[in-house]
């Protein structure tokens, strides 16, 4: 049976990687995996998965996952969705009936949490709704495990304040422990 996947990390932890690796993973055994991307930033007009390694591949944006047609959308075996955290609690419902209804498994990377500690629109509908939750795992710079994202600016003051999303700002952002978020604390250097 097909299932909803949530597979959440912080700011860092490979997740665009992952989906570009499990992308991969279907094509070596001659499957299709279709890549979608939240819309939230389309300024760069393209729709391309980058990965901080390296990795990157080009993919559609959600409205357009939103116009195929059932049909289209079985050819698929299986929807990975990058920036899932963006996504409206109405644009996961929709993922779930790609997975109920066409039976076609849906893989969602995204944040948990934003840089206050408040959970995004679209991972509060996944926590929720997800058929299986697994973290995408990284450390903080103590070695804990990083759970938080902080963000930051030019001058590495951890910003406590603002809007969730700042689209094309030059803030800065980096998944630390719990305790140094808390701390505003970047490490000693
Ligand atoms: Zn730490």
Redesign the pocket.
């Known amino acids: 049976m097909a299932k909803l996947y949530f597979r959440y990390g912080v700011m860092g932890s490979s997740k665009s990687a992952n989906a570009l690796m499990v992308r991969y993973n279907y094509e070596e055994r001659g499957q299709k995996a279709l890549m979608v991307k939240s819309g939230i930033d389309q300024r760069e007009g393209k729709a391309i998965v980058n990965s901080r390694i390296g990795l990157s591949y080009p993919c559609i944006w959600f409205d357009e996952l939103r116009a195929m047609s059932a049909s289209e959308l079985r050819t698929y075996q299986c929807v990975i969705v990058d920036e899932a955290q963006f996504l409206s609690r109405e644009e996961v419902g929709f993922l779930t009936e790609i997975v109920d209804d066409l039976g076609v498994p849906v893989i969602c990377y995204g944040l948990r949490a934003d840089f206050k500690g408040d959970l995004f629109p679209g991972s509060e509908a996944l926590l929720a709704w997800a058929d299986i939750i697994e973290e995408v795992k990284t450390?903080?710079?103590?070695?804990?495990k990083?759970t938080c994202n902080a963000r930051f600016d030019e001058n590495g003051t951890v910003l406590k304040e603002g809007e969730q999303v700042v689209l094309g700002a030059n803030d800065r952002y980096i998944g630390?422990?719990?305790?140094?978020?808390k701390e505003g604390?970047l490490?000693p250097k």
């Open positions: 450390i903080c710079w103590c070695g804990k990083a630390l422990c719990r305790k140094h978020w604390s490490g």
